[in-house]
């Protein structure tokens, strides 16, 4: 019963954070927020700040910071202001400050050369409640030739990585966002992973092997064949409930035996184009 309980008052909670992420451009009132908690609006704020370790102002702030962090860095075309005023800031300077406290750079440096550490090791955000079961389908995934940019250390610092690989697609036009297939592969958990030892490789599907080149790419294949996949909605942040669940509760009730190949993501839609609340993630485990 007590379980229950703890699992119910989690999932209100989970709503609230739902509905942050997806108006994070509206105004959010603690009124407001109370209601889709069901919870009494002269409460709701010690309720919020016990249960995720900061106020809810401080956290709608952080994830529009976050949310500008990735423009800033992926939109070049994008101006400081637009991004500023997006965040709900009403002048330039009172989001270099904000910002700054947060990430440890001005919003113009971090543009220049993003570090993405100081975010990573500052903030831990609340866990969601997971929803049990997930769904899991059955697919044969097809023989992919991929391009790659092997990321090797500091987790927090994929985002970097994948400023490079952005990079060399929009230079090269060999595998463009807009029609070749984006995946990720994760030989190593994050949080069982020294960080020097961490491996993860970005990559983008090719029609044809590609040439040597400054941004470091390399050629490998995503084997065909079978595999098993939970859709993940959300950010991907929170891949690793994804991940966990089809190891460790979906593949020993399957009968199902493991593949010699990682675990991958393949991403439907990427930020900063689709917001992410919206992003949609298949999460592949290789079967035999």
């Known amino acids: 019963m007590k379980d229950s309980r703890v699992a119910a008052y989690a999932a209100r909670f989970d709503r ?6 997806e108006h994070l451009g509206e105004t959010l009132t603690v009124e407001h927020l109370s209601r889709v908690a069901n919870f009494s609006k002269y409460h709701f704020h010690r ?10 102002a401080r956290y709608i702030q952080l994830m529009r910071l976050r949310r500008a962090s990735y423009r800033l860095a992926f939109e070049a075309e994008t101006s400081i202001l637009d991004i500023a005023l997006e965040a709900g800031f009403e002048n330039p300077e009172s989001f270099a400050r904000a910002f700054k406290k947060a990430f440890g750079q001005t919003p113009t440096r971090f543009r220049r050369a993003a570090d993405w550490r100081p975010w990573t090791q500052t903030y831990q955000l609340p866990r969601r409640e997971r929803r049990h079961p997930m769904d899991v389908t059955l697919i044969d995934f097809p023989d992919t030739r991929v391009a790659v940019l092997e990321h090797r250390g500091d987790p927090a610092l994929i985002n970097a990585s994948a400023q490079t ?14 029609t070749a297939e984006t995946l990720g592969i994760a030989y190593d958990d994050p ?13 983008g599907s090719v029609s044809a092997r590609v040439p040597d080149n400054e941004h470091g790419i390399v050629n490998k294949r995503i084997p065909g064949g079978r595999c098993a996949v939970v859709r993940h909605r959300g950010s991907h942040d929170r891949l690793d409930e994804a991940a966990y669940y089809l190891y460790r509760e979906w593949l020993p009730e399957s009968g199902e035996e493991l593949r010699d ?3 991958f993501f393949h ?8 917001p992410e609340h919206a992003l949609v993630t298949d999460v592949c485990l290789p079967l035999v």
């Open 16 to 21: 609230v954070f739902a509905h942050i992420d």
């Open 47 to 56: 309720q919020f700040s016990l249960y995720a370790g900061i106020s809810v």
């Open 261 to 263: 190949f990682p675990l």
């Open 165 to 178: 690989f952005i990079e060399w697609r929009k230079a090269t036009g060999l595998s463009p966002v807009a």
């Open 267 to 274: 991403y439907r839609n990427l930020m900063p184009e689709t």
């Open 191 to 203: 949080a069982t992973t020294p960080p020097a030892q961490f491996r993860f490789d970005i990559c």
